[in-house]
C-alpha cells in the first residue's frame, strides 16, 4: 500500500481538535488503511483487526464510537454499498495522491448514506439541518450560524432515537421503547441485547430496529411450532442461516 500523506496544517485544524487523542489516532490509523480513494471496509470487526492487530483491549465498541465521532466532524461518511457498510475520508482527493485506477469499493454517491448517531441525536426528519465541518477548513470555522437554533430544534423532535444496548447501537424512540416494553414485558430488555450483540459482529443495517425486534420474535414463534425446521434447536438470528435453513427473511 503506497505512504499516506500527514500535512503539518492537522496540527492547527479545528476539526481535528474537535477528537480526543485515541480518536485522533485512531483516525491517522484509518488514513494508512484506506484504499487509493480514501475507502475501506465499514465493518466494526474488519476495522479492529485492520487497525489494531496487536491491541486485544479495543472493542468492537469503542470502533462505534471511534468511527461515531468522526461522522460527527465530518471526517467521515459511513454508507451501506452492497449490502455492507463501508466508509469513506471525506477530503482524501485535497491531501492524498490517488494512484490507482479504479476503487476498491463503490463511491458514497452509489450507495445509502448512513446517519451519524450523535448527528441530531438519530432524529428521523429532513427538516433538520445540522451542519458538517469539513476537515482542515479553518478559513470557515462556523459556516452555520444558527448551528445552536438547529441543535435545540432537533433534541426536542419527537422523532429522536436513543441508543440502546451494550454496542449502543439499537436505535429506538421513546415511543418505540414502550411499545417494546408492552409487547415483551419480560424480556425487552434482553431482546435489545441480541439485535444489539448481531449489529456488532456482522455490521448489519436496518432502517427500523423495533420492526427487527418483532420480526425475529414472529420467527422464533414459528420456530417453536416448526420443529422439524430446527431439529429441537434453538432459533437462530443469524438471517444467513435462516436463508439456508429455508426460512422466509424479509427485509426489515
Known amino acids: 500500500m503506497p505512504n499516506r500523506i500527514l500535512k503539518e496544517s492537522i496540527c492547527t485544524s479545528d476539526t481535528i481538535d474537535q477528537l480526543k487523542w485515541d480518536e485522533e489516532v485512531f483516525f491517522y490509523r484509518l488514513i494508512v488503511n ?3 480513494y480514501g475507502r475501506f471496509d465499514g465493518r466494526p470487526a474488519i476495522i479492529r483487526s485492520r487497525l489494531y492487530p496487536l491491541k486485544i483491549n479495543i472493542t468492537l465498541a469503542t470502533i462505534e464510537k471511534y468511527l461515531d465521532k468522526l461522522s460527527t466532524v465530518g471526517l467521515v461518511v459511513r454508507y451501506i454499498s452492497n449490502g455492507k457498510p463501508t466508509l469513506q475520508l471525506t477530503t482524501w482527493d485535497k491531501h492524498q495522491q490517488v494512484r490507482a485506477k479504479k476503487s476498491k469499493y463503490p463511491a458514497p454517491e452509489d450507495g445509502e448514506i448512513m446517519q451519524s448517531d450523535n448527528v441530531c441525536n438519530q ?3 429532513n427538516d433538520c439541518k445540522c451542519p458538517r465541518n469539513p476537515i482542515q477548513s479553518e478559513s470557515n470555522p462556523n459556516p452555520n450560524p444558527n448551528t445552536e437554533d438547529n441543535a435545540h430544534t432537533c433534541a426536542n423532535s419527537p422523532s429522536v432515537r436513543h441508543k440502546y444496548g451494550e454496542y449502543k447501537n439499537v436505535l429506538l424512540s ?3 421503547m414502550q411499545k417494546l416494553k408492552n409487547e415483551f414485558p419480560d424480556d425487552y430488555q434482553q431482546r435489545i441485547e441480541r ?3 448481531y449489529i456488532a459482529s456482522k455490521g448489519a443495517k436496518y ?8 420480526n425475529w420474535a414472529k420467527r422464533e414463534e414459528q420456530a417453536k411450532k416448526d420443529t422439524g425446521t430446527f431439529g429441537g434447536t434453538p432459533p437462530s438470528y443469524d438471517l444467513e442461516e435462516l436463508a439456508k435453513r429455508g426460512m422466509y ?3 426489515i
Open 34 to 36: 484506506c484504499d487509493d
Open 174 to 176: 421513546d415511543e418505540d
Open 195 to 197: 439485535l444489539s450483540a
Open 207 to 214: 432502517k427500523n430496529h423495533l420492526a427487527t425486534i418483532r
Open 123 to 125: 432524529l428521523i426528519s
Open 249 to 251: 427473511v424479509p427485509e
